[in-house]
């Protein structure tokens, strides 16, 4: 009697695919992701895979929504705060590094909605503060939806940055870098990882300052006056902790 292949799941659902499909974009190969290829990840016929998601985009929008499950999952593992900015400013960050993680997924999906839960507990979450600090309804979604698309805009920047071959990255951080202000000077030889963790800091930088510029115009406009009850300590922790991650990112 042939024996059944070992790992083989008896039964497949969401989740299994989901992880399955996980796998094959952690091994940096977003471009082989297709129902086929989870067939065969998972030693399975591909239309079993049909009976879970209609089609790759309905999977692709599964992804997003448990990056942003990640997101929300570290987001409420930080220390409580009553502070309504330094929750919209923490919001942002592990957003962004949730989906940096998975750069060349996050390329495909950034721009969309997932209509998952994890989303609406996001978006929820920016309304509170948004309205905790006075704002109507109408305002609230303005600027709920403003650092949101402003913070999703730049992770796509930095992932698109990351898919480029190693000596146009290079190129790229140095003009970034040197801003037509300082003379150019031919970028330094790198490590791949090396220059991936040069360019998420490079990355940091300037979204730190994107952010911050955005949440002082939150606070200078705010219909209510604002008590800052967050340390500097736990912004300076916001900020540190993706350079910590990107030894981590893919």
Same mark, same amino acid.
């Given at each position: 009697?042939?024996?059944?292949?070992?790992?083989?799941?008896?039964?497949?659902?969401?989740?299994?695919?989901?992880?399955?499909?996980?796998?094959?974009?952690?091994?940096?190969?977003?471009?082989?992701?297709?129902?086929?290829?989870?067939?065969?990840?998972?030693?399975?016929?591909?239309?079993?895979?049909?009976?879970?998601?209609?089609?790759?985009?309905?999977?692709?929008?599964?992804?997003?929504?448990?990056?942003?499950?990640?997101?929300?999952?570290?987001?409420?593992?930080?220390?409580?705060?009553?502070?309504?900015?330094?929750?919209?400013?923490?919001?942002?960050?592990?957003?962004?590094?949730?989906?940096?993680?998975?750069?060349?997924?996050?390329?495909?999906?950034?721009?969309?909605?997932?209509?998952?839960?994890?989303?609406?507990?996001?978006?929820?979450?920016?309304?509170?503060?948004?309205?905790?600090?006075?704002?109507?309804?109408?305002?609230?979604?303005?600027?709920?939806?403003?650092?949101?698309?402003? !913070?999703?805009?730049?992770?796509?920047?930095?992932?698109? *940055?990351? @898919?480029?071959? =190693?000596? &146009? #990255?290079? /190129?790229?951080? $140095?003009?970034?870098?040197?801003?037509? !202000?300082?003379?150019?000077?031919?970028?330094?030889?790198? *490590?791949? @990882?090396?220059? =991936?963790? &040069? #360019?998420? /800091?490079?990355? $940091?930088?300037?979204?730190?300052?994107?952010?911050?510029?955005?949440?002082?115009?939150?606070?200078?406009?705010?219909?209510?006056?604002?008590?800052?009850?967050?340390?500097?300590?736990?912004?300076?922790?916001?900020?540190?902790?993706?350079?910590?991650?990107?030894?981590?990112?893919?």
């Amino acid at each position: 009697m042939a024996q059944a292949k070992r790992g083989r799941p008896k039964t497949l659902s969401r989740e299994i695919i989901l992880d399955a499909a996980f796998r094959v974009v952690d091994a940096d190969a977003m471009n082989d992701l297709t129902m086929s290829r989870l067939g065969r990840e998972l030693d399975a016929d591909p239309s079993a895979v049909y009976r879970h998601f209609r089609n790759k985009d309905e999977l692709l929008l599964a992804m997003a929504d448990v990056m942003l499950e990640e997101s929300i999952q570290e987001y409420t593992s930080l220390p409580a705060t009553d502070d309504p900015v330094e929750r919209l400013r923490r919001m942002c960050w592990t957003l962004r590094r949730s989906y940096l993680r998975r750069p060349g997924l996050a390329r495909f999906v950034y721009f969309r909605f997932t209509g998952g839960e994890a989303e609406a507990a996001s978006v929820r979450t920016m309304l509170r503060d948004m309205h905790e600090l006075g704002y109507s309804d109408d305002e609230s979604i303005a600027l709920a939806r403003g650092i949101a698309e402003m !913070t999703l805009g730049h992770i796509s920047m930095t992932a698109d *940055s990351l @898919a480029l071959p =190693r000596k &146009a #990255q290079s /190129v790229e951080l $140095e003009m970034a870098r040197t801003y037509y !202000t300082y003379d150019y000077v031919n970028p330094p030889k790198r *490590s791949e @990882a090396e220059l =991936r963790e &040069a #360019q998420l /800091v490079d990355g $940091e930088t300037v979204f730190s300052t994107m952010l911050e510029t955005y949440l002082a115009g939150v606070v200078a406009q705010a219909p209510k006056p604002v008590q800052r009850t967050a340390s500097r300590r736990a912004t300076s922790t916001a900020k540190a902790a993706p350079r910590r991650a990107a030894a981590r990112a893919r």
